[in-house]
């Protein structure tokens, strides 16, 4: 069903010839052609593709699983430019890597709305702002947020439009995430207390609200694990 979004109206015929663009109620701009008073459905600039919300304890396999899939498909998912208040690394380019801001230019996006959600790591800020989560969707890939639990909150009330599916990506067991997390070798031992600390309480916020998320993925065997998630994400393993 159409509705007019520029200059003419289609449920009551008053079409005049040309180009028409039209967004439909699940967020899609079809383009249509009208030459001899025939409406002809020549594109769609964007799909409803669902925003893919993923979460889970640090060390569960995230990354692991996010990075194999998006090398196996490639131009399917875009990545958000995020804003954030730290420094420009050496080699990053402001509005590439991040939208680089200052701490009280972030606070009054904040205040304005501006982001789905945010959060702060070592005193740093970092936010998704809604346009650029909607930039990649109308583009017609998926866009992929790999975010903490407050984040999902925060996601859960504010993004409705756009279509997001939760997906939590869970350990076999928190000894399991422990070892995996020593193995990684990329913590203090300060910093591993705190993040299954973090996970402890993540894990028990899952078990104790079965669907909150639409998806749980237990990432016990990797290869089992990605099949899970391709099939939460295509609706399909292949
Ligand atoms: N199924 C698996 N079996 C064994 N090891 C795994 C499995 N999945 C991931 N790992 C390993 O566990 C460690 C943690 O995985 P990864 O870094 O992907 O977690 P993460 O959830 O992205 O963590 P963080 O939130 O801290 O970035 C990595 O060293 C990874 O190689």
């Given at each position: ?212 998320h639409d998806f749980v993925v237990v990432n016990d065997n990797l290869e089992q ?14």
């Open positions: 069903m159409g509705y007019e979004l520029w200059g003419t109206n289609y449920e009551t015929g008053t079409m005049r010839p040309g180009l028409h663009l039209f967004a439909n109620f699940g967020g899609s701009i079809m383009i249509a052609l009208d030459l001899f008073g025939e409406l002809q459905l020549v594109g769609s600039l964007a799909s409803t593709k669902p925003l893919i919300v993923i979460s889970g304890p640090s060390g569960s396999g995230k990354s692991t699983l996010l990075k194999r899939l998006v090398q196996e498909h490639p131009g399917v998912f875009g990545y958000s430019t995020s804003h954030t208040t730290r420094s420009p690394r050496p080699g990053e380019e402001d509005g590439r890597e991040y939208h680089f801001v200052t701490r009280s230019e972030f606070q009054n996006l904040c205040d304005r709305g501006t982001f789905l959600e945010w959060a702060e790591f070592s005193k740093n800020l970092y936010g998704t702002s809604i346009n650029s989560v909607r930039k990649i969707v109308e583009a017609g890939q998926m866009c992929i947020m790999d975010i903490d639990l407050q984040g999902v909150h925060s996601v859960k009330n504010a993004a409705k439009d756009l279509c997001p599916r939760f997906i939590f990506i869970k350990p076999p067991s928190f000894e399991e995430l422990r070892a995996r997390l020593q193995a990684r070798s990329t913590e203090t031992d300060e910093s591993l207390a705190i993040r299954l600390k973090t996970a402890e309480s993540e894990m028990r916020y899952a078990d104790e609200n079965p669907g909150f694990a990605y099949k899970n998630l391709k099939v939460a994400i295509f609706g399909k393993a292949d």
